[in-house]
């Protein structure tokens, strides 16, 4: 997966978890590399046998920052490939993303220290 060139905070230190499902199997943590030059996160063992057709596959991808602006990003590219790195499938255009604003509702604050006299 490439992600867009302006769009996304891309970096390793941030990244804490990949997790698939569906085509993946039952969900479960996922072994990655990633390449922050190339803006690219490479799933090792996505799926680990032969999977039915018309399967969907859901990817979780945990800590990458969203963009600070609310307009469709850039598309993100997908490249599906067998052990030995050959292309299988290659999505380069139609995926995007939309940041939604979003409020916070009905939060509560106390002070864990007591307030001085």
């Known amino acids: ?51 039915q057709a018309n399967v969907t596959g859901k990817i979780i991808i945990n800590m990458v920052k969203n963009p600070m602006n609310r307009k469709t990003s850039d598309t993100f590219k997908i490249y599906v490939t067998d052990s030995i790195g050959e292309k299988l499938a290659i999505i380069e255009n139609g995926i995007t993303y939309t940041a939604r604003s979003g409020s916070v509702q009905d939060w509560k604050t106390s002070s864990t220290v007591p307030y001085p006299n």
């Open 1 to 51: 997966m490439v992600f867009p060139a302006t769009d996304f905070t891309f970096e390793s230190s941030r990244l804490t978890q990949v997790q698939g499902f569906g085509l993946f199997g039952s969900l479960r943590d996922m072994q990655y590399s990633m390449d922050e030059s190339q803006r690219s996160l490479k799933i090792i063992n996505g799926i680990e046998g032969y999977r």
